[in-house]
């Protein structure tokens, strides 16, 4: 792409092999169906890498994905060639996420079936049960409904989004986020098994939450792990 540089040019290409596996993995595991979900990564301060509307996550091509400016709009170069090739129009809950949080780097939106499964049912995964989900993810909260692709999509989950790097979009999805697109999917695949295992526990009877002590100790785990991912680039320098 104009303007590029060979480094970058390389990241994007590693960019696009990453996203392609990812994707079949979604695929693969029933994370999506059909031309569900969306992914992107950030490839450049106003730059990201996302997956094309209309096309299975199960057989995208590395030269499939299109790029975009951070609004969601085809980048000038990629217009020319994108071969009829659009963003989904999703992407604008991607854009939402990476305003409200310029540390992430990578956005995954799925239709894992045991956490569309328990919003559907009522079951909420925000609550402190799972000691590995507080560690790992904190909680999981469920948004209020928005119609799939629609403006209220960015809205519901502005909020939430900020301070969670895992949501669940009421009787639609999840959305997770990380520092790359490996560290969101492993996300997603985090979320999934709580969903199952609380679906599979309620059926056994009630469900007892954490003390909240432990919660507490937990999460002081979870900062202090997080502390360390941030200071560790600029240690690297």
């Not at 060979?6 to 290409?13: A, G, I, K, L, Y």
């Not at 519901?156 to 999805?173: F, S």
Request: proline share 7%; aromatic share 2%.
């Amino acid at each position: 792409m104009p303007g590029q540089s060979s480094t970058d040019v390389n990241r994007e290409e590693q960019a696009r092999q990453e996203v392609v596996r990812i994707c079949r993995l979604l695929w693969e595991r029933g994370y999506v169906a059909a031309a569900d979900g969306n992914v992107s990564v950030r490839v450049g301060p106003d730059r990201l890498l996302a997956t094309p509307s209309g096309l299975s996550k199960g057989f995208l091509q590395p030269d499939q994905l299109v790029l975009t400016d951070l609004e969601g709009a085809l980048l000038p170069a990629q217009v020319d060639g994108a071969q009829g090739l659009r963003p989904s129009s999703e992407l604008r809950v991607h854009c939402e996420a990476y305003r409200q949080r310029p540390d992430i780097g990578a956005v995954i939106h799925a239709h894992p079936v045991a956490a569309v499964a328990c919003s559907l049912a009522g079951v909420s995964l925000a609550e402190a049960v799972l000691p590995e989900v507080v560690l790992d993810l904190g909680a999981i909260p469920t948004t209020r409904y928005a119609s799939p692709a629609s403006a209220e999509g960015p809205e519901v989950m502005r909020e939430l989004i900020r301070d969670h790097d895992a949501l669940i979009l009421d009787r639609h999805g999840s959305v997770t986020v990380g520092q790359d697109v490996w560290d969101a999917y492993l996300k997603l695949e985090r979320v999934e098994h709580a969903a199952n295992i609380l679906l599979a526990a309620r059926q056994l009877g009630p469900l007892p939450a954490l003390p909240p002590a432990e919660v507490e100790r937990l999460l002081a785990r979870r900062r202090a792990m997080r502390g360390r991912l941030r200071a560790r680039p600029s240690q690297e320098g």
